[in-house]
């Protein structure tokens, strides 16, 4: 723990390895992104404590994959009532850590987390393996699912517990052992997990969380010879890198990255329904979710009634302290981010685009406590070319750009346009218009007069540069 009293009103996260904590030689700061004041010290680990973690893990695996689905079932399960029992304090944590709205960490964030314990406690008892039957050679072949060992798990800044969950929770329920680094920017909830491992009967080793920075541990993680598997959710840089530097290794690589992704809205959508999910779809937890739309594409002949009641739904969507319920929005992760985001816009503004609402328009009235937080307004922009840096790259923010269309197949190409292909929206009444685009859109998921319906049974991945 901290030795000098000007640290002490820091919180100091240690890794956990092997069952116990262990603190660090070097830590990083890590700021609250409403106040833009550091609030925590993060370990800064390096190759050293990346490999105790895999030896750790690497102990536990034989006994561990031993142990009876029903046995890791009871787990996991353990794990999901101590998330719920201390629900509170995780929701103000998240908060706090990643800048979102206490209202979003409530409904989404921590329920989610422990879903995903609950989802693939169950799962794992329901695993049935195939057979084929080769009568006239007297033969049977089957399947058999068997633990790969060490699962590297890497996880991103923007739903910290809930997508780190969501790696660990399949991992040891079948049976392997893993070592996690989530982001640096986000590491609180992480480390308050840890604290229920032992509780929750989880044996030492077969989960290790290390924290630090992608280029320091994350690089010690996916290069370890003895981390056969690597499941990674960020942007498609750092993936071509970890794709590079375990390919000496031939690993299992689970990748999920960026998107840049598109809602199609024809003449003939539900206008109050699309608008309001649209809005949703577009600025949730501040645009900062890989599946948020960020194009929008009208059919003419109702784009300039869209556009003025979409910019009006958007002014409405309140930013500002997360605490405060009565906002939608909180902070985004950090003022590089925030400059980054608000680059997109003066490019779009550069480009003879027009702002309807949001960044260098509305003026956000902050509370004193929040006035140096990284906030920023839905923004919407429109009269921007498809081939414009605005609509071809991942901003992660609360921007989406809207444009007109006349024919389906226009739709599909200008659509199909970018190199992500994450997820697509279709609002139509037309079933069968709605069907053939959800074949001819290439995305992994396309949801129809929705958004953010997931079903964990379902696969889950993107097509092009989105993994």
């Given at each position: 723990m901290?030795?000098s ?14 069952g116990?904590?262990?603190s ?6 890590s700021?609250?992104p ?6 925590c ?5 390096s190759?050293e404590?990346?490999?105790a973690a895999v ?5 536990a695996?034989p ?13 996991l399960?353990k794990?999901?009532n101590?998330i719920?029992a201390?629900?509170?304090?995780f929701i103000?944590a998240e908060?706090?850590d990643?800048g979102?709205t ?11 987390s ?8 169950s799962s794992?008892?329901h695993?049935t ?12 072949n089957?399947t058999?699912?068997c633990?790969?060992g ?11 517990l809930?997508?780190?969950t969501?790696k660990i929770?399949p991992a040891?329920?079948t049976?392997?052992?893993v070592?996690a680094k989530p982001?640096?920017m986000?590491s609180v909830t992480?480390?308050m997990?840890?604290?229920l491992m032992e ?6 080793g077969?989960v290790n ?7 320091r541990?994350?690089d010690a ?6 981390v056969?598997?690597i499941?990674?959710t960020g942007?498609?840089a ?8 375990s ?10 990255l960026?998107?840049k992704?598109?809602?199609?809205i024809?003449a003939?959508?539900?206008?109050e ?9 577009s600025?949730?937890?501040q645009?900062?979710?890989c ?9 003419r002949?109702?784009?300039?009634a869209?556009l003025?009641?979409?910019?009006a ?6 930013t500002?302290?997360p605490?405060d319920?009565?906002?939608h929005n ?5 003022k590089e981010?925030?400059e ?8 779009a503004?550069?480009?003879g685009a027009?702002?309807h ?5 509305d003026h ?8 140096s937080?990284y906030?920023m ?10 081939c414009?840096?605005?609509?071809q790259?991942?901003i992660f923010g609360p921007?989406t ?5 006349d024919?389906?197949?226009e739709a599909?190409v200008r659509?199909n346009g970018?190199r992500?292909?994450l997820?697509?929206t ?6 069968g218009?709605v069907?053939?685009l959800?074949?001819?859109l290439?995305a ?5 007069n ?10 889950f991945g993107?097509?092009?540069?989105s993994g």
């Amino acid at each position: 723990m901290p030795k000098s009293s000007e640290q002490h009103s820091y919180l100091v996260l240690e890794n956990y390895i092997g069952g116990r904590f262990v603190s660090c030689r070097n830590y990083i700061d890590s700021y609250n992104p409403s106040t833009g004041e550091v609030y925590c010290k993060v370990p800064d680990s390096s190759k050293e404590e990346v490999d105790a973690a895999v030896a750790a893990a690497k102990e536990a695996f034989p006994d561990w994959s031993a142990h009876s689905p029903q046995q890791r079932a009871e787990v996991l399960n353990k794990l999901a009532n101590l998330i719920e029992a201390n629900m509170e304090e995780f929701i103000q944590a998240e908060s706090k850590d990643q800048g979102k709205t206490v209202t979003f960490a409530r409904a989404v964030d921590i329920p989610r987390s422990a879903h995903n314990f609950r989802f693939f406690a169950s799962s794992v008892l329901h695993h049935t393996t195939e057979c084929s039957q080769m009568d006239h050679m007297g033969c049977l072949n089957y399947t058999i699912r068997c633990p790969v060992g060490v699962a590297g798990l890497i996880s991103p800044w923007n739903l910290p517990l809930y997508l780190l969950t969501w790696k660990i929770a399949p991992a040891i329920a079948t049976g392997n052992t893993v070592v996690a680094k989530p982001s640096e920017m986000t590491s609180v909830t992480a480390w308050m997990m840890c604290k229920l491992m032992e509780e929750a009967g989880v044996p030492p080793g077969v989960v290790n969380i290390v924290f630090g920075t992608g280029p320091r541990a994350g690089d010690a993680l996916v290069a370890h010879p003895d981390v056969p598997l690597i499941s990674f959710t960020g942007s498609t840089a750092t993936a071509q890198r970890i794709t590079e530097r375990s390919a000496p290794y031939c690993k299992k690589l689970s990748l999920e990255l960026g998107g840049k992704n598109p809602a199609i809205i024809f003449a003939d959508a539900d206008l109050e329904q699309c608008i309001e999910t649209t809005v949703r779809s577009s600025f949730s937890n501040q645009g900062e979710i890989c599946l948020c739309t960020s194009r929008i594409y009208v059919e003419r002949s109702i784009y300039s009634a869209f556009l003025e009641k979409f910019v009006a739904a958007a002014r409405k969507w309140k930013t500002g302290d997360p605490s405060d319920p009565s906002n939608h929005n909180g902070a985004l992760i950090s003022k590089e981010h925030l400059e980054k985001v608000r680059s997109f816009v003066s490019l779009a503004k550069s480009e003879g685009a027009v702002i309807h609402c949001g960044e260098g328009v509305d003026h956000l009235d902050l509370p004193e406590p929040n006035k140096s937080g990284y906030f920023m307004p839905p923004t919407v922009i429109s009269g921007i070319s498809d081939c414009s840096r605005v609509m071809q790259e991942e901003i992660f923010g609360p921007v989406t750009c809207i444009c007109p269309f006349d024919t389906e197949d226009e739709a599909v190409v200008r659509g199909n346009g970018v190199r992500y292909g994450l997820s697509a929206t279709v609002w139509s009444r037309d079933v069968g218009r709605v069907h053939r685009l959800a074949q001819r859109l290439q995305a992994g998921l396309v949801w129809t007069n929705c958004w953010l319906v997931r079903d964990l049974n379902l696969p889950f991945g993107g097509m092009k540069h989105s993994g």
